[in-house]
Structure formats: C-alpha cells, structure tokens
C-alpha cells in the first residue's frame, strides 16, 4: 500500500480548499446530505437545475478528509451542465474504478486523487458527492 505522503499530495490539499468557491447557499433548495459509513465523513450538496435539468449550480458544505474534500471539488468543478443521467454514469464508472473494475472515469481533475483507490478506507469518503448528487437526480423535482 502506498504511502499517506503519496495520498495528501499538494494538489489534492489544493483541491480542498478550493471548495469555498461552492458555498452552500439559501437559494439552493434542491439539497442531500451523505455520510460515508467507513471514515464518518459528511457532506451536503445543494443544487440549482436549469430549465432543462442540467446542473446550473452546485453549493458544498463538508466535514471530510482531504480527499472527501478534494473529491467535492472535483465533482463541482465537473458537474455544471450536466444531467442527472450524465452523473449516474460518472458515478457508477467511479464505483466501477475504485473497486478495480474500469480504468480512471472521464470526470475533468479525477486523476488528482487516485491514489486514493488504494485505500478502501477512503472510498466513502471519495463517493460523498456522488452519492448525494443520484439522491438528487434520480427523480424530478420542482425547483421552486
């Protein structure tokens, strides 16, 4: 297994605290939480959808590790204009990747902590806005 020196790289810290430009605001109604069952790490997402249900906007809050933390920002950073289908396939091919079935998914910055495949214990961590996100997407819902 590799190192925790190799898992808290500089970038993946970067990332992290790159999540306050996603503040969780009040005008963001559409909202989930998630907690990972392994590490205790939480998070909630707010969304706005545009008109054609396509992610507009995205607000975090997190209590997580650097790679929870990191894995939110690069979910943000991806996630506007897609649709709710778009997600679920990103998340299962996540899934897929970190059990060690599919290569690392097309998601933009991915790459910055896969190392963290290598540690299970960080896996629910690294799905908190994932999970959260298909709690929000997998049925419609009215925006006002």
Do not use: K
């Not at 997402?45 to 995205?58: E, F, K, T």
């Not at 998601?107 to 896996?123: C, K, N, Q, S, V």
């Amino acid at each position: 297994m590799a190192s925790a020196a190799l898992l808290y790289t500089p970038d993946v810290l970067a990332l992290a605290t790159s999540l306050a430009a996603y503040p969780l605001n009040d005008d963001l109604r559409l909202r989930a939480d998630a907690r990972s069952r392994s590490c205790g790490s939480t998070l909630t997402l707010g969304l706005s959808l545009d008109n054609d249900g396509r992610i507009a906007r995205v607000g975090l809050r997190t209590q997580a590790c650097a790679i929870g933390q990191a894995s939110a920002a690069i979910f943000a950073q991806g996630a506007q204009g897609r649709s709710g289908t778009e997600v679920a396939t990103a998340a299962e091919a996540v899934t897929r990747w970190l059990a060690g079935e599919a290569e690392l998914p097309d998601w933009p910055t991915l790459g910055e902590i896969a190392a963290a495949r290598d540690y299970p214990g960080r896996h629910g961590a690294l799905m908190l806005p994932w999970t959260a996100a298909l709690q929000l997407l997998s049925s419609p819902r009215d925006q006002s």
